[in-house]
């Protein structure tokens, strides 16, 4: 194409052989997932001493605990001696250690190798070294994030970097507080469906007036099929007749006590790769993270956070139900949708993908980006 040429209309996609093929989703899990910062648990999904959680990250198990001193470890939950799960459990609490249900090596909270028959008499096994293996952790949103990369890329750089490209600076985002906010209601989607389909939906609003009639009601603007991250900062603006962000547009609660004049009626949707959405409103927060557990099959757990106060008033219980059904409608409606593409992804008639139209340029981009990962 020469420069007098302009861009064509339609913009190729991904081929369908990147949502199906296993060893191509293997190579996504060591070249993404196993090395950028992942969002794994809510820091209040453990909130006491020896209060613990497993999730898969790539291809590893990774055990997420608290310690004596209130801190947060994480570790590969693999036990230093013959290769056991450590923990086989999804969520738990131990006293004061992790015991290998295989043959006992037992570790502290810090993951230090305390306990093994016969391991006094071995004085040459360094305690330490032969611990559990630690993981890079940050906590920033209420959320623990994890990198089991030896190397880990800049937090600043790549998850922040993610929201001052959409939002233009981080201050707009931590006016919503969200690190105290508290969970008000938390789904667990499993969909089959690949990683990518679901971050494509999510990037666009082109499908929105088709099968979103409640949410085009209360973002009307979502109708025409602009993106929903259309330019930095954009927000989406409710309609004139809505009075919150709940399923039929009732009044919802009052405004999260940092949001700004030009924040209030709008909505933010911002995509922190590789499986992280935030959704922003005037009165809480809805998180997904995203969990891809095989080449056609994606957990998606979801967040709705409200103000402490919200959440512990019995008598906001209707209104939290109209709030979080609002978000659950959308999901359940896309997801179904990206489980309608997933059989498509293997056809003949997609082996060279499809098209974008140019509403669609965000899923060019992160195309681009993931493309470029592997």
């Given at each position: 194409m020469t420069a007098l040429e302009p861009e064509p209309t339609l913009l190729k996609t991904l081929g369908g052989h990147t949502y199906v093929d296993p060893a191509y989703f293997a190579v996504e899990q060591e070249k993404i997932f196993e090395e950028m910062w992942f969002c794994a648990i809510r820091s209040d999904d453990i909130p006491e001493m020896g209060n613990f959680r497993t999730v898969q990250i790539g291809r590893e198990s990774v055990l997420i605990s608290r310690n004596r001193k209130g801190g947060i470890r994480a570790f590969f939950n693999v036990c230093r001696h013959?290769?056991?799960?450590?923990?086989?459990?999804?969520?738990?609490?131990?006293?004061?250690?992790?015991?290998?249900?295989?043959?006992?090596?037992?570790?502290?909270?810090?993951?230090?190798?305390?306990?093994?028959?016969?391991?006094?008499?071995?004085?040459?096994?360094?305690?330490?070294?032969?611990?559990?293996?630690?993981?890079?952790?940050?906590?920033?949103?209420?959320?623990?994030?994890?990198?089991?990369?030896?190397?880990?890329?800049?937090?600043?750089?790549?998850?922040?970097?993610?929201?001052?490209?959409?939002?233009?600076?981080?201050?707009?985002?931590?006016?919503?507080?969200?690190?105290k906010l508290a969970l008000g209601r938390r789904i667990t989607y499993d969909v089959k469906a690949n990683w990518k389909l679901i971050v494509e939906n999510f990037m666009e609003c082109y499908h929105c007036a088709t099968i979103h009639p409640e949410l085009t009601e209360v973002l009307p603007e979502f109708a025409d099929g602009l993106a929903a991250q259309t330019y930095v900062g954009h927000g989406a603006e409710f309609g004139e007749e809505i009075l919150g962000f709940t399923v039929d547009g009732s009044a919802g609660f009052e405004a999260l006590g940092g949001v700004e004049e030009d924040q209030d009626r709008r909505y933010y949707a911002i995509t922190i790769r590789p499986t992280v959405f935030v959704n922003l409103v005037p009165d809480h927060v809805i998180i997904h993270r995203m969990f891809p557990m095989a080449v056609d099959r994606t957990v998606v757990e979801c967040d709705w956070l409200y103000a402490p106060g919200v959440v512990a008033d019995p008598a906001n219980a209707e209104t939290m139900n109209r709030s979080v059904e609002l978000f659950h409608r959308v999901n359940q409606q896309d997801f179904d949708a990206c489980e309608r593409c997933q059989p498509a992804m293997s056809s003949r008639m997609y082996s060279d993908g499809g098209v974008l139209v140019p509403s669609e340029h965000h899923i060019r981009e992160f195309h681009e980006w993931a493309a470029s990962r592997m």
């Amino acid at each position: 194409m020469t420069a007098l040429e302009p861009e064509p209309t339609l913009l190729k996609t991904l081929g369908g052989h990147t949502y199906v093929d296993p060893a191509y989703f293997a190579v996504e899990q060591e070249k993404i997932f196993e090395e950028m910062w992942f969002c794994a648990i809510r820091s209040d999904d453990i909130p006491e001493m020896g209060n613990f959680r497993t999730v898969q990250i790539g291809r590893e198990s990774v055990l997420i605990s608290r310690n004596r001193k209130g801190g947060i470890r994480a570790f590969f939950n693999v036990c230093r001696h013959r290769g056991a799960l450590v923990c086989t459990e999804a969520s738990g609490t131990v006293k004061r250690n992790f015991q290998c249900p295989y043959h006992a090596w037992t570790y502290d909270l810090d993951g230090k190798l305390i306990a093994a028959p016969n391991l006094i008499n071995m004085p040459d096994v360094d305690r330490t070294e032969f611990g559990l293996r630690a993981v890079h952790v940050r906590e920033w949103l209420g959320y623990v994030w994890v990198c089991i990369a030896d190397d880990p890329p800049s937090f600043e750089d790549s998850v922040q970097g993610d929201v001052r490209e959409r939002l233009g600076t981080i201050g707009k985002i931590d006016s919503y507080d969200t690190g105290k906010l508290a969970l008000g209601r938390r789904i667990t989607y499993d969909v089959k469906a690949n990683w990518k389909l679901i971050v494509e939906n999510f990037m666009e609003c082109y499908h929105c007036a088709t099968i979103h009639p409640e949410l085009t009601e209360v973002l009307p603007e979502f109708a025409d099929g602009l993106a929903a991250q259309t330019y930095v900062g954009h927000g989406a603006e409710f309609g004139e007749e809505i009075l919150g962000f709940t399923v039929d547009g009732s009044a919802g609660f009052e405004a999260l006590g940092g949001v700004e004049e030009d924040q209030d009626r709008r909505y933010y949707a911002i995509t922190i790769r590789p499986t992280v959405f935030v959704n922003l409103v005037p009165d809480h927060v809805i998180i997904h993270r995203m969990f891809p557990m095989a080449v056609d099959r994606t957990v998606v757990e979801c967040d709705w956070l409200y103000a402490p106060g919200v959440v512990a008033d019995p008598a906001n219980a209707e209104t939290m139900n109209r709030s979080v059904e609002l978000f659950h409608r959308v999901n359940q409606q896309d997801f179904d949708a990206c489980e309608r593409c997933q059989p498509a992804m293997s056809s003949r008639m997609y082996s060279d993908g499809g098209v974008l139209v140019p509403s669609e340029h965000h899923i060019r981009e992160f195309h681009e980006w993931a493309a470029s990962r592997m």
